[in-house]
């Protein structure tokens, strides 16, 4: 498991996940990111862990904290990835932390 910085426009924060995903976080946040339909305008949402298109008004927001979610349910179901912390700075504030400065970060 390694660390890795993920934001939404606003303070990000750290978390722990699987190795494969830290060293493709790009990868995986744009596979998450996909399942938003900007074409027509629709989010999908999961339900019973199998994304379903949505005809809701409740949906599955398109954050970190819904690709902690996505990851841990659809993705890595047997690997848990977790909450570290909240940084102090602002997602454009551009300097990280000196003990994260070595890991991923993907602003969705």
Known sequence: MKNIIL???????????PDIVAENLREYCLEFS???????DREFEIID???VESNHEMTLSYDETAFIYWLNKIKFPNETSTYVETLDWEAYDGIKPEIYKSCPWFNF
């Open 7 to 17: 934001s939404a426009d606003a303070k990000p924060s750290v978390y722990l996940v």
């Open 34 to 40: 996909a399942l938003y339909d900007f074409e027509n």
């Open 49 to 51: 862990d199998v994304h």
